[in-house]
């Protein structure tokens, strides 16, 4: 079963920086892609905002991140890592990361597909603050 672990959330002022990583066990990892979800209170679906292919050649990013999150992976230690500029208010959220999901990758990011049953981790908690 795959299991995930996310941390690096914190509390942040407007305009600062965090990096999440999540590592992943269960699965051979550089065979999937993988993906960062968050969740707004009161919101009950995760929403994709970044993932990248098993290769690490292709990226995508929702339009509410795109500019200021990079997404990127070390196959070798099975974590994947989302660097976080430019941090807004409207990003406080809990994050989440998935893999080995039905499908595409960017079908999430674009919010044409929802991940709804998953084995979720705790999430890592980011609050920004204006």
């Known amino acids: 079963q795959v299991q995930v672990a996310e941390s690096g959330g914190g509390f942040v002022q407007a305009g600062g920086s965090l990096r999440l990583s999540c590592t992943v066990s269960g699965l051979t990892f550089d065979r999937y892609d993988v993906m960062w979800l968050r969740q707004t209170p009161g919101r009950t679906p995760r929403d994709g905002i970044s993932?990248?292919?098993?290769?690490?050649?292709?990226?995508y990013y929702s339009d509410s991140v795109k500019g200021r999150f990079t997404i990127s992976r070390d196959n070798a230690k099975n974590t994947l890592y989302l660097q976080m500029n430019n941090l807004k208010p409207e990003d406080t959220a809990m994050y989440y990361c998935?893999?080995?999901?039905?499908?595409?990758?960017?079908?999430?990011?674009?919010?044409?597909?929802?991940?709804?049953?998953?084995?979720w981790g705790q999430g890592t908690q980011v609050t920004v603050s204006s």
């Open positions: 993932c990248i292919t098993w290769n690490g050649y292709n990226s």
């Open positions: 998935a893999a080995d999901f039905p499908y595409n990758c960017g079908d999430y990011v674009t919010g044409a597909r929802v991940l709804e049953t998953y084995n």
